[in-house]
């Protein structure tokens, strides 16, 4: 998880090639059927499971291309503003080979027909390929506060809730024929809802101000959601 919520924040910083192609050599290797016969929606491709490694540097990947064996082949992979990696060069043991890597799951779609290029007197097949980044991947920040972020949606949309509730009080006490103008104020009802929210966000911005990794335990995560369910009940009360 370390590994791939670096590669996701990385590749939001990394400035794409020019010509927004990345390169892959596949030594040794047949492409299995998946890369040649379209499926019933009339795609072809796969999808890598673990890292997928390419490099800007079209010679770097011609090496790894295999060109001594049976069926020489390199990717021709286009990238873009949403589908893109993270360059790990300036970490590198090999700085030179100028990689990028992008997370597992990443989509490998055929985007036309393969050619064949002469390489040093060699012929290596080009495949050209769009890729699509497994764009739900999440990085270690987001793993962590996923709680957290789950409990806040519920209690805004608690808050929510309650607000509606006691606005509806509010109207219903005004179309009471027992309740005489001069009993009823609807200034001073809808001041009290006021007040009544504004004690209902206090207690949510001390939830929001609670570290992400606090939620994790489920002694807090249990007593943040009674915290929240209780202020709404309080509030029903009050009023």
Known sequence: ??????????????????????????????????????????????????????????????????????????????????????SVNWLS???????????????????GAPRMEMVDGVEVMIVPLRVNVNIKSLTMDELI????????????????ETLQELREEVQAMRTKPQVSVGIFDRAVCERDVDDIINDFDGLLKSHEDLPADWYN??????????????????ALIKW
């Open 1 to 86: 998880p370390d590994l791939v919520s670096g590669i996701i924040k990385l590749s939001k910083i990394w400035i794409l090639p020019e010509d927004r192609k990345l390169f892959r050599g596949l030594g040794g290797m047949l492409l299995p059927q998946v890369f040649w016969v379209p499926d019933q929606f009339g795609c072809r491709g796969g999808v890598e499971l673990g890292l997928l490694s390419m490099t800007t540097n079209r010679e770097i990947a011609l090496q790894y291309s295999g060109k001594s064996d049976f069926r020489p082949t390199v990717f021709e992979i286009d990238v873009g503003q949403v589908d893109r990696g993270a």
């Open 93 to 111: 043991q090999y700085p030179r080979e100028e990689e990028v890597l992008m997370p597992p799951l990443s989509n490998l779609e055929v985007v």
């Open 145 to 160: 506060g996923r709680r957290m972020t789950l409990h806040m949606q519920m209690s805004r949309t608690i808050r929510g």
């Open 217 to 234: 335990d489920d002694e807090h995560y249990r007593s943040a959601i009674v915290d929240i369910v209780g202020m709404k009940r309080l």
